[in-house]
Every structure is written in C-alpha cells, then in structure tokens.
C-alpha cells in the first residue's frame, strides 16, 4: 500500500505518542509498504525506505507542539497529493480536524479519551494545580474531537477504556472503530545507570498531576520511616514542577526527591534498568506505552486500574496495581516489592513476557488488515 502517515511527533519522542508514531512508520517500512510520513520540520528525520516531509510550523500557535497549525498544514498537504496515496492515517486522530473531502480513505488513532473523562463523576479534578485552564482545553478538544471522529473513515483505539469512552462519548459506530494496543520494537538491553536509593524508584512521564506523582510524593512518607534510603527519580518536563518540589517540601521527603528534567530516550531506557522498580500511579491512562517501555527494560512495574494497562496486563505476574489517588496503596505496593525478592522476579519475567507479546509487528499487521476492510466497504 501507499500509505501517508501524519505525524506531530517523529523525531523526538516527548510521549508514548511520538513512539507509537516512529514504531508505526517503521513497522509499515518493514513489511514492505511505500510509507510517506509527513510531520514539523524540526522533527524531520532520517528514515531508510521511508520518505519524510517536514512541514512549517506556524508562527503563533498557543496548542501543545502547535498541534492545531499542523493540522492545517497537514489538511492542506493531503488535498494535494492524496492521489499519490491508498490510505492517509494520523498518528493522533484529533489532527485530523481540517480534513473534509478526500479521495482516499482517512484514518487516525485516538491515543486517550481525557476531555471525556474530566467530566466523570469522581475524577479528581482537585488534584490539578491548572484545572481551570485544563477545563478549558478539554472543552475544546471535546468540540473538535466528536466532529473529527465522526467524520473520519476509521478510527484505531489503543485499548478498550478508550474505545468504550469514545464510542459512547462522541457516538462512533462499531465498524468503524478497532482496538489495536501499541507495540514495541525488539531492544538491545540497555547498560544499566545506577540510581541513588534503597530502594530507587523510578518515575517517568510529563503532566505531573495527571500522572500521580502527588500521590506518590505522599506515598513516600509513608515509607520512609521504614526505608529511609528510598528515593524517587523524577523524570519528565512539565511546567508545574515547582509546585511538586514545594509539595515534596511540605512533606519532609524533599531530601528523598531528584527532578531529573526531560532525558534522551536511550537515558531514560537505562535508567529504567537500573532502578528497583517504576512506578507510574497516573490518574488514568490510554495504554500507557511506558509501562511497555519499563517492562522491556526488565524491572517492575506498579501501575494503576484507571485506564488501559488493567485490561491487558496480568495482575501481580506482570505489573501491580493500585487505585489511582491512593498514596497507602502505592506505599503497599513499594514495600511488597521492595521485601519479596520473588515477587520481584515474578514481575520482571512476567514484564519482559507482556513486553514482547505486544510487537510492532502484530500492531502493524492489525492496522493494515483494519484498512483493507475499510477498502472493501
């Protein structure tokens, strides 16, 4: 097939988006697909087999990486060469917004439902430091997302929390509409870096709140009375960072907290090996990708039920969970592992298993198979 894949990340990878969208161009390279990726100009990258156009990015564009002004430019480049192509997918659905009229089918993945969740019945809403402006932010993207949705020829979810949300929050039908779980290439083991801590619990991701890492900071004193070693490794960018290190402040744990910053992507994988386990208690997830990442990388996970991973990781072989918000939980979870060396062996086989079940390959062949029944129709 000629394929066009658009594209906000490609580059860098700032999220389990942009890996999702490298594994997917990739993937379709690999089994001999013509794969144009088009996607920023600064995240233009050198891909054998795969054609890269990188597209100008606005001057003023106040939406995370400019995403709204992309998909203007990527609405406009699909109008014109739509004829050189069998399939256009975006690798986030919501980029797809300008597209109206096409000659080849259009499709896209729908990476999370969180404008929808906001408006559930017990999110926490209070934990996030920006909740007016997220509010505001998660309207607009209800506004844009339904229509979009709706409007396009299929839609790939990562999991079934978000086909169920999407399906009955933007009222999608069935056909058009597949689950397919991200995957992950094959990696060389990384060299472990050693991190500080007894234990040394690693934390990757951006939207601190989202993510629950006040949670886990509370988690934390609750722990170290017991383990006054413990150190959590906090890595990621997020524009609220201060409030985090006041909070770790407030609750005497300051000592026990390193904010690493955004690292490159071969860092962060060898930090994943050296830490004792990785913990990402978020108030809900997609799939979550870096769970995936972390398993690969061979050491346990702690994850929460809120989301997709409960669905496709078996519980206490492959990854513990917790209910997301619960800072006794967390601090249970931590020295469960931290004390049953077993347990730990268990997770870290069971990881490095769940790992390799979800590949690129079967992620790949699901999405190509999903647009050759939407060729039929």
């Known amino acids: ?13 700032r999220s389990g988006v942009g890996t999702y969208a490298r594994s997917l161009v990739t993937g379709l390279q690999a089994a001999g697909h013509r794969v144009t990726a ?71 993945t729908a990476n999370d439902a969180y404008a929808l969740e906001w408006r559930e019945t017990g999110y926490p809403r209070t934990l ?19 229509p979009t949705y709706r409007r396009l020829d299929g839609v790939v979810a990562n999991s079934r929390h978000v086909a169920v949300r999407i399906a009955s929050g933007y009222g999608l039908a069935a056909e058009a509409l597949r689950v397919i779980p991200y995957g992950l290439p094959p990696q ?45 490794h906090v890595v990621g960018g997020d524009a609220n960072q201060r409030i985090f290190e006041q909070q770790a402040d407030r609750l005497g744990v300051r000592d026990n907290v ?3 910053g955004r690292r490159p992507n071969a860092a962060v994988r060898s930090m994943m090996a050296g830490a004792a386990i990785f913990v990402l208690p ?31 990781f078996a519980e206490n072989k492959e990854a513990i969970f917790v209910s997301p918000g619960s800072a006794a939980e ?13 347990l730990a062996e268990t997770l870290r086989a069971g990881g490095r298993a769940a790992a390799a079940r979800f590949s690129v390959q079967a992620m ?3 999405t190509v198979e999903f647009w050759h029944e939407l060729e039929l129709r």
């Open 1 to 13: 097939m000629r394929i066009l894949v658009f594209t906000q990340q490609l580059a860098e990878f």
């Open 188 to 232: 060389t083991p990384a060299e472990a870096t050693a991190l500080a801590g007894g234990p040394a619990l690693l934390f990757v991701g951006g939207n601190f709140a989202r993510k629950g890492l006040g949670p886990l900071l509370e988690a934390l004193v609750r722990l170290r009375p017991s383990r006054p070693a413990i150190h959590l």
């Open 128 to 146: 996030f430091h920006d909740r007016l402006l997220r509010a505001g932010y998660y309207r607009l993207l209800r506004c844009i997302e339904g």
């Open 364 to 366: 790949t062949a699901r």
């Open 258 to 260: 390193t904010f690493h």
């Open 38 to 108: 088009v996607t920023a100009r600064n995240e233009a990258a050198v891909i054998p087999g795969v054609r890269v156009v990188g597209l100008p990015r606005p001057g003023f564009d106040p939406s995370p990486g400019g995403w709204l002004g992309l998909g203007i430019g990527f609405a406009r480049y699909l109008s014109r060469h739509a004829q050189a192509a069998d399939i256009a997918h975006f690798t986030d659905a919501r980029e797809g917004f300008a597209v109206r009229r096409c000659r080849i089918p259009v499709t896209g």
């Open 282 to 312: 978020s108030l809900t997830e997609g799939f979550g990708l870096v769970y995936l990442e972390a398993m690969q990388a061979g050491v346990p996970v702690i994850a929460t039920r809120a989301g997709g991973a409960h669905e496709v």
């Open 330 to 342: 967390l601090a249970a979870a931590v020295e469960r592992i931290a004390r049953d060396r077993g």
